[in-house]
């Protein structure tokens, strides 16, 4: 009784936020208000590696090229580019309207600039990989030649001549990714006082208090500002996600970046049309410390933890429409054959006897049970698949794992930090949509390589994809390295992830994007 005493409550509490909101609160037409998952961790182009960061940075930024709100490539800063008939040399014509947020042109040299940066080994850059298709950037990036020998060329203030290593079709809109960015300068890429701050996007940093909030106002040096319809944008920064969908219902947010998944059973019978989810190019997985015991060498045992996973119960149990993943490439990527394990269409019983056999080839039974901690950034919904998984992980091998929880900053240096951890939960999100750029973060030298993963046959399928100018024959080796890496069992992919978030019925220019960006600019707040 007291237990659904609560519930109607909670729910009649509920209502009153929800349909009290437009009355005692009409909505500001200057202001979106945007719900932000976790802190950014740099708004530097260069160092922007995780979601939140880049959600931010492309509201400040603008590449070359940019993006329609259904993904597909526009001219940006560029306003027309030629690509010769070999495929490889692009030469991009900038606007002379592109303009800094203090008023000085954005020149080609700046983009020259920024770009051997990014792949400068000093700079330790995380998405300096996104510019190995330039002439010369694997070399610079392993230190082996200085950022200067950069295929990448400013003849005058207005043209920029790029040279690839091979034809990539995905080129432009691998320039729409913050790596692309320029700066204006170190210090104002890598200050956090709007005072010092320098952009060229449609917005410009107005505030930023850390684990609160990060304030931007429009760029009125913007070249297209006259398509730029929110004079303020302000990302809330909250971790938990009750917590945002709680300032969702009272009326402090106009969107939101997540949704609980209790919530949706009352959102979809009340608010639906509220309610925007979608799929998107991203795999959530467990990456498994290959640098030490119990992993490294023992293929039998990550073997055995991946097979003792339902993953049927996993995605049912998440409520969006995450689909199961026996392969790390997402389906949907362009020009590829998803690729998946052998053993995906086993019954539950033969899958389940089968990770038991290889559990104990690797050594381990109920008597001697494997002891492993298990790494996971602050959220709600990776804690309750955590804890759902090491359940599995339990009840089928006998397997004991110790559960460490961290907020999302500490998170990202944490992963770094080997000898803490023996498996850590770590997703990937597109930055552009081709299989390489799931595939390249496995190399043994990428910045991404969380889990060093070591095999000179997948480097070499990816680098012979990397520099055949055959689509078909290109596809062959990047579908060969996935399946070869998923024999080795470095990483355990989980689901291919979902966008879900809810928008105010009064914003307007939300759209399915298989990128799952949504720039501010887009958005339209309607006068109440």
């Not at 237990?3 to 729910?11: C, G, L, Q």
């Given at each position: 009784?007291i237990?659904?005493?609560?519930?109607?409550?909670?729910?009649s509490?509920?209502?009153?936020?929800?349909?009290?909101?437009?009355?005692?609160?009409?909505?500001?037409?200057?202001?979106?208000?945007?719900?932000?998952?976790?802190?950014p961790?740099?708004?530097?182009?260069?160092?922007?590696?995780?979601?939140?960061?880049?959600?931010?940075v492309?509201?400040?930024?603008?590449?070359?090229?940019?993006e329609?709100?259904?993904?597909?490539?526009?001219?940006?800063?560029?306003?027309?580019?030629?690509?010769?008939?070999?495929?490889?040399?692009?030469?991009?014509?900038?606007?002379?309207?592109?303009?800094?947020?203090?008023?000085?042109?954005?020149?080609?040299?700046?983009?020259?600039?920024?770009?051997?940066?990014?792949?400068?080994?000093?700079?330790?850059?995380?998405?300096?990989?996104?510019?190995?298709?330039?002439?010369?950037?694997a070399?610079?990036?392993?230190?082996?030649?200085?950022?200067?020998?950069?295929?990448?060329?400013?003849?005058?203030?207005?043209?920029?001549?790029?040279?690839?290593?091979?034809?990539?079709?995905?080129?432009?809109?691998?320039?729409?990714?913050?790596?692309?960015?320029?700066?204006?300068?170190?210090?104002?890429?890598?200050?956090?006082?709007?005072?010092?701050?320098?952009?060229?996007?449609?917005?410009?940093?107005?505030?930023?208090?850390?684990?609160?909030k990060?304030?931007?106002?429009?760029?009125?040096?913007?070249?297209d500002?006259?398509?730029?319809?929110?004079?303020?944008?302000?990302?809330?920064?909250?971790?938990?996600?009750?917590?945002?969908?709680?300032?969702?219902?009272?009326?402090q947010?106009?969107?939101?970046?997540?949704?609980?998944?209790?919530?949706?059973?009352?959102l979809?019978?009340q608010?639906?049309?509220?309610?925007?989810?979608?799929?998107?190019?991203?795999?959530?997985?467990?990456?498994?410390?290959?640098?030490?015991?119990?992993f490294?060498?023992?293929?039998?045992?990550r073997?055995?933890?991946?097979m003792?996973?339902?993953?049927?119960?996993?995605?049912?149990?998440?409520?969006?429409?995450?689909?199961?993943?026996?392969?790390f490439?997402?389906?949907?990527?362009?020009?590829?054959?998803?690729?998946?394990?052998?053993?995906?269409?086993?019954?539950?019983?033969?899958?389940?006897?089968?990770?038991?056999q290889?559990?104990?080839?690797?050594?381990?039974?109920?008597?001697?049970?494997?002891?492993?901690?298990?790494?996971?950034?602050?959220?709600?919904?990776?804690?309750?698949?955590?804890?759902?998984?090491?359940?599995?992980?339990?009840?089928?091998?006998?397997?004991?794992?110790?559960?460490?929880?961290?907020?999302?900053?500490?998170?990202?240096?944490?992963?770094?930090?080997?000898?803490?951890?023996?498996?850590?939960?770590?997703?990937?999100?597109?930055?552009?949509?081709?299989?390489?750029?799931?595939?390249?973060?496995?190399?043994?030298?990428?910045p991404?390589?969380?889990?060093?993963?070591n095999?000179?046959?997948?480097?070499?399928?990816?680098?012979d994809?990397?520099?055949?100018?055959?689509?078909?024959?290109?596809?062959?080796?990047?579908e060969?390295?996935?399946?070869?890496?998923?024999?080795?069992?470095?990483?355990?992919?989980?689901?291919?992830?979902?966008?879900?978030?809810?928008?105010?019925?009064?914003?307007?220019?939300?759209?399915?994007?298989?990128?799952d960006?949504?720039?501010?600019?887009?958005?339209?707040?309607?006068?109440?």
């Open positions: 009784m237990r659904t005493t609560h519930v109607a409550i909670s729910f509490l509920f209502v009153c936020l929800w349909g009290c909101d437009h009355r005692a609160n009409p909505h500001d037409v200057e202001v979106l208000r945007r719900g932000l998952g976790g802190e961790s740099a708004l530097d182009p260069a160092a922007a590696v995780d979601n939140f960061s880049l959600q931010v492309q509201d400040l930024y603008e590449g070359l090229t940019t329609s709100p259904t993904g597909n490539v526009l001219p940006g800063v560029a306003s027309s580019w030629t690509i010769d008939s070999s495929g490889t040399l692009y030469t991009f014509h900038l606007r002379s309207t592109a303009h800094w947020s203090n008023g000085m042109p954005v020149v080609a040299k700046e983009f020259v600039a920024a770009w051997q940066r990014v792949v400068d080994p000093r700079e330790a850059s995380p998405v300096a990989d996104n510019l190995r298709l330039i002439v010369g950037a070399e610079i990036i392993a230190g082996h030649s200085p950022p200067s020998t950069l295929g990448v060329y400013a003849p005058n203030d207005h043209i920029l001549i790029v040279k690839l290593e091979r034809p990539a079709p995905f080129f432009p809109q691998l320039l729409t990714h913050p790596s692309a960015f320029p700066i204006y300068s170190y210090a104002s890429a890598r200050s956090h006082n709007p005072a010092n701050w320098v952009s060229n996007g449609a917005y410009v940093l107005a505030n930023w208090q850390p684990g609160t990060v304030e931007l106002t429009q760029n009125m040096d913007y070249w500002r006259d398509n730029v319809h929110i004079p303020r944008v302000q990302y809330q920064i909250t971790t938990d996600e009750n917590a945002q969908y709680a300032r969702y219902r009272a009326g947010l106009d969107i939101t970046d997540s949704v609980p998944a209790n919530a949706i059973p009352t979809r019978a608010h639906s049309t509220e309610l925007v989810i979608a799929p998107y190019l991203a795999t959530a997985y467990y990456g498994l410390n290959l640098s030490e015991p119990p490294a060498h023992n293929v039998n045992l073997r055995a933890l991946s003792a996973i339902d993953r049927k119960l996993l995605v049912n149990s998440l409520a969006f429409g995450q689909s199961a993943a026996y392969g490439v997402p389906p949907g990527t362009w020009n590829y054959q998803q690729q998946y394990w052998e053993w995906k269409d086993l019954n539950d019983t033969d899958r389940v006897a089968q990770a038991k290889f559990y104990a080839k690797a050594g381990y039974s109920v008597d001697r049970p494997l002891h492993l901690r298990l790494l996971i950034n602050a959220n709600g919904v990776i804690k309750n698949t955590a804890i759902l998984i090491a359940s599995m992980w339990k009840d089928t091998l006998g397997v004991e794992t110790e559960l460490t929880e961290e907020e999302y900053r500490v998170f990202l240096q944490t992963r770094h930090d080997k000898k803490r951890w023996d498996i850590a939960r770590l997703g990937w999100t597109a930055d552009f949509n081709d299989a390489s750029n799931f595939l390249d973060i496995f190399r043994l030298r990428s991404s390589n969380d889990v060093d993963y095999n000179p046959s997948f480097d070499k399928l990816v680098d994809a990397a520099s055949t100018p055959d689509e078909l024959q290109r596809r062959t080796y990047l060969s390295s996935e399946r070869a890496m998923l024999e080795d069992y470095p990483v355990i992919p989980l689901y291919f992830l979902v966008s879900k978030r809810l928008v105010k019925p009064y914003v307007s220019g939300v759209h399915p994007n298989p990128l960006r949504l720039p501010s600019k887009a958005l339209t707040i309607a006068a109440h």
